[in-house]
């Protein structure tokens, strides 16, 4: 698209009628300038850039200061004092307003006949009406340069000023994005009487005489009926423009048939009009608000504006996600109150969504963190099994510290030995099931389904048979109270502490009962205040007896101990695991109250269970 050059309208023939300033200030130039009456002190007066019945742009540079300028002149010899007063007037309009989307007047004066002349910025660009025309344009484009229009307009309206006759050939796009509203010939200053002729616009889109202030198309039905109009009107024609934006095609047609059609029924949503555009809901309110039938149902050209910006901004998507993720919150909670354990995963999905969609909800973070930091009061299939294999990997790494710590039985049995043995079968009994023990526990190591059977019987077993050495009272509570732990240690066995408690328990019950019974040699007894300790399997030399003992007695100690530092270094490393993930968790998902959290605030650690 060629652009036009100093873009203020349309370019204008001497025999249309007047037009205002900013209607011929610019436009394609029609040619050399004809001879000049005047001669503005300070300018270089250039080419004719366009014509109306009442005045002239022409082009001009100006000496002062080096710049390009466009010069409003009345191009008539003998004009009446009304029209003086117009001409005047609409430069004294334009002026006022200092805004970018308004050309700004720079200076008024009278040339050597005593006519008035005013300068303004020098425009390069195309119109707003040769853009909507152009499918190439995006309305992206379009939509910022109407929300920037929007703004001059209420930059007006808040000096009282009302332009009543905006419309797409009145706004003009600079080359570098710069966007202008043209035209304020026949703006209204409220609170003052009207002091300028009544126009019309021709099928065409130029000014002449008539009956009306206005563009019939884009004139509010209060001004199409000749009442006097107030910002709303402007409001009006906004939405006008608005209309023609997204469905590239005007509201109205022109001439008499657009006024008719102004005031005979309620406009028409743009989506209704062309439901395959696709017009974007707001969008499609905001341009029926605007064109509301009473003045007083329209909304200010900033409200007008901003929301088109909203939408440009983004606010669209933002409140789509938001109303998305207003639905996925409902399926989650529907999910987690039908108590059915299997669509739990359901819920903890449709949550996540919901926060993905709006990050800063609340109730979707309140939600997916009770999901997560609370336990369900039935945990789903999948979950069990879920849990079940942990517990398997975490039974494979502690019977490998099981297998360690039963090798300990093979590391006393040299000097059972070296103490003399009164009682050979009975420790090759105690050789064979230590070695059971061992072998039992490393090939439990190795499998994912272990044999618990095997291995209890033979521990209960090896502390039967360890009874006979001191007696039940020396050493044996101890490994007992080892091997106990060890098993508890167990996933599978945890949940069966008094199975496991009451068969380790025999291993010394089963022996005092025999003894008691006669079947076995009794290996304590009461003289006087003494405790006597005899053994039914060794000779208990005095020397290999106590150094028996000692080491036994630490040793147990050592091994019992290493064992429970493993389990508690296990535990704590599954508890700080989950404590940090509840931590990176609760760093992702927004306050729930509104603030940060005490740990994020003072930086000390958490303790206790996570709130949610």
Not at 45 to 60: D, K, T
Not at 263 to 279: C, V, Y
Not at 292 to 300: E, F, G, I, K, Y
Request: hydrophobic share 45%; charged share 20%.
């Amino acid at each position: 698209m060629k652009p036009t050059d100093t873009g203020h309208g349309p370019t204008l023939s001497p025999s249309q009628a007047p037009t205002s300033p900013d209607d011929t200030a610019g436009g394609t130039a029609t040619g050399p300038a004809a001879p000049m009456a005047f001669a503005p002190a300070g300018y270089d007066v250039g080419e004719l850039l366009g014509r109306g019945g009442m005045g002239e742009v022409v082009l001009a540079r100006d000496r002062r200061i080096g710049r390009d300028v466009a010069i409003k002149r009345m191009n008539m010899t003998a004009p009446t004092d009304s029209l003086i007063a117009r001409f005047l007037r609409e430069a004294r309009i334009q002026a006022r307003l200092e805004h970018p989307a308004i050309v700004p007047v720079h200076e008024l004066g009278y040339d050597a006949d005593g006519l008035p002349f005013f300068t303004m910025k020098r425009l390069a660009g195309v119109t707003l009406h040769e853009l909507i025309a152009d499918p190439a344009v995006p309305v992206q484009r379009l939509l910022r340069a109407f929300a920037e229009i929007c703004l001059a307009i209420e930059l007006a309206h808040s000096r009282g000023i009302v332009h009543r006759d905006l419309k797409p050939s009145n706004v003009m796009l600079g080359d570098f994005g710069e966007v202008y509203v043209l035209d304020w010939g026949v703006a209204r200053v409220l609170g003052t009487a009207e002091d300028v002729g009544e126009d019309i616009t021709t099928l065409e889109g130029q000014t002449e005489v008539g009956a009306l202030l206005g563009t019939p198309g884009y004139m509010a039905p209060e001004q199409a009926r000749g009442e006097p109009v107030g910002p709303a009107a402007d409001v009006y024609a906004l939405g006008a423009v608005l209309f023609e934006i997204l469905l590239r095609e005007p509201l109205h047609p022109r001439g008499t048939a657009g006024i008719a059609m102004t005031l005979a029924a309620p406009t028409l949503a743009p989506s209704a009009r062309r439901p395959d555009r696709g017009i974007a809901p707001e969008l499609d309110h905001a341009c029926v608000q605007a064109l509301a039938a009473n003045a007083s149902d329209r909304p200010r050209a900033r409200d007008l504006g901003d929301r088109v910006q909203r939408y440009l901004d983004g606010d669209r998507d933002l409140e789509r996600r938001r109303d998305l993720a207003a639905t996925q919150l409902a399926s989650a909670r529907e999910a987690l109150d039908s108590g059915d354990p299997t669509r739990r995963g359901d819920a903890m999905q449709a949550a996540g969504r919901a926060l993905a969609l709006d990050p800063d909800s609340r109730d979707a973070a309140t939600l997916v963190s009770a999901l997560i930091l609370e336990p369900p009061r039935e945990l789903p299939l999948a979950l069990q099994q879920k849990l079940h294999q942990t517990e398997v990997d975490l039974m494979v790494r502690q019977r490998k510290l099981s297998a360690i710590a039963m090798s300990g039985y093979v590391a006393f049995l040299p000097l059972l030995a070296w103490m003399g043995v009164k009682n050979w079968p009975l420790l090759l009994v105690a050789y064979a099931l230590s070695i059971v023990v061992v072998l039992t526990a490393i090939v439990n190591a190795r499998r994912r389904r272990p044999d618990i059977g095997i291995a209890l019987v033979a521990h209960v077993g090896m502390m039967m048979v360890f009874t006979q050495l001191f007696g039940p009272f020396v050493l044996v509570p101890g490994l007992v109270a080892v091997v106990t732990i060890t098993l508890l240690a167990l996933p599978m066995l945890i949940n069966r502490p008094w199975f496991v408690i009451g068969a380790m328990s025999s291993s010394i019950a089963i022996p005092l009962a025999l003894e008691s019974a006669g079947v076995l040699e009794a290996t304590w007894g009461f003289e006087g205040d003494l405790l006597i300790v005899r053994s039914g399997l060794l000779e208990l030399a005095p020397t290999p007896a106590s150094i028996f003992l000692i080491v036994a007695t630490f040793g147990l100690i050592v091994v019992g101990g290493l064992f429970a530092r493993s389990l508690a270094l296990a535990r704590r490393d599954a508890a700080r695991k989950v404590e940090i993930q509840a931590w990176h968790l609760e760093q992702l998902l927004p306050s729930r109250a509104g603030t940060p959290s005490r740990a994020r605030e003072t930086g000390t650690p958490r303790t206790g269970t996570v709130s949610t």
